[in-house]
Nanobody, 126 residues
């Protein structure tokens, strides 16, 4: 059974940096891509960034471009999301997602991902 577990969510101040991690199991799971989405209260889940497993190529949302870095972690199926210069709009629950295989769907849409973690809360407050 595939599981995604996010860690790293916490209370941060505007301007801080934050690093989130996601670990997928079992070790035999080999997703085509893994991504981060976030959801603020009362808002839809939105795409943040994606990394393709085969070559490490990345996509990110225009709203966070220049402030986030998605990368492979040290584990086989681990990814990280570095957020710099955190803004109040970055607050929300951050979800890790995995796309099992390539398809024609948009990588920016939640429905393209078959597996999801439970989320990790990021709170931004001064």
């Amino acid at each position: 059974q595939v599981q995604l577990v996010e860690t790293g969510g916490r209370l941060v101040q505007p301007g801080d940096s934050l690093r989130l991690s996601c670990a997928a199991s079992p070790p035999t799971f080999s997703p085509y891509a893994m991504a981060w989405f976030r959801q603020a209260p009362g808002k839809e889940r939105e795409f943040v960034a994606r990394i393709r497993r085969s070559d490490g190529s990345t996509l990110d949302a225009a709203s966070v471009r220049g402030r986030v870095t998605i990368s492979r972690g040290t584990g086989k199926n681990t990814i990280t999301l570095q957020i710099d210069s955190v803004k109040p709009d970055d607050a929300g629950v951050y979800y890790c997602a995995a796309d099992e295989a390539y398809d024609a769907g948009s990588p920016y849409l939640p429905r393209n991902y078959e597996y999801w973690g439970q989320g990790t809360q990021v709170t931004v407050s001064s």
